[in-house]
């Protein structure tokens, strides 16, 4: 079984609706990440967790949300989806440890917002 | 200016040979360096770790040039395996990844 799964994998939505994406992980980690990929671009970081109390702004937040429920799951929402939403969202996993943690994707979610 | 910039190719080559490209940051104060590989549609998976000294791992070869500010990614002896979108990811002291685009390879055979 993977480490980090993500459902939805694909999920096609209407502007306007709320749309939630969860991430499960079974590798122990402290801190999780949610990543959105754009064609042409670099994978950009959205909100991150460094543990179950702590919530941090990525670089691109603005019209999204997080829980962190448990340990092992890092939830995102969209609560009112738009077409440039439209994207690859990837949740990561590190365990703490200095600045050479690696990092470990789960399989991504391909939302679609039309 | 983006903080970690690659040339997106593709570098197409053919089996057995060596290709090499580069990646540029921008800040000075970053400090750790690592090469991540992401086939298409797939999560993105790290490669190996770039050290300061330059490191191998197998048929790949990691440097760093911190005076430049640039890292370097080399594959000897290429494989139709080896195909695939490579990512150049730097962090700072707050343990968040900066991620290039990425650089597309495609070994033929």
């Known amino acids: 079984d993977a480490d980090v799964t993500q459902t939805p994998r694909n999920r096609i939505t209407k502007t306007g609706k709320r749309i939630m994406l969860e991430c499960s992980q079974t590798?122990?980690?402290?801190?999780m990440y949610w990543y959105r990929q754009d064609p042409g671009l670099g994978l950009q970081l959205i909100y991150y967790?460094?543990?179950?109390?702590?919530?941090n702004k990525g670089e691109i937040s603005d019209g999204y949300s997080v829980s962190r429920q448990a340990q092992a799951k890092f939830s995102l929402s969209l609560e009112s989806a738009i077409p440039n939403q439209t994207a690859l969202y990837f949740c990561?996993?590190?365990?703490?440890?200095?600045?050479?943690?690696?990092?470990?994707f789960g399989p991504g979610t391909r939302l679609t917002v039309l | 200016r983006k903080e970690v910039e690659q040339d997106p190719g593709p570098f197409n080559v053919p089996e057995g040979a060596t290709v090499a490209f580069n990646c540029t940051y921008s800040?000075?104060?970053?400090?750790?360096f690592f090469w991540y590989r992401q086939d298409c549609r797939k999560e993105p998976k790290l490669l190996m770790s770039?050290?300061?000294s330059g490191n191998e791992d197998g048929r790949f070869t990691a440097q760093l040039n911190r005076a430049s500010q640039y890292i370097s990614l080399l594959i000897r002896d290429s494989k139709l395996s080896d195909s695939a979108t490579y990512l150049c990811?730097?962090?700072?002291?707050?343990?968040?990844?900066?991620f290039g685009a990425g650089t597309t390879v495609t070994v033929r055979a």
């Open positions: 990561a996993t590190s365990a703490y440890g200095g600045g050479s943690d690696t990092q470990y």
């Open positions: 590798k122990g980690h402290d801190r």
């Open positions: 967790s460094f543990d179950v109390k702590d919530i």
């Open positions: 800040n000075s104060a970053s400090q750790s």
């Open positions: 770039v050290y300061s």
């Open positions: 990811v730097v962090t700072g002291n707050d343990y968040k990844l900066s």
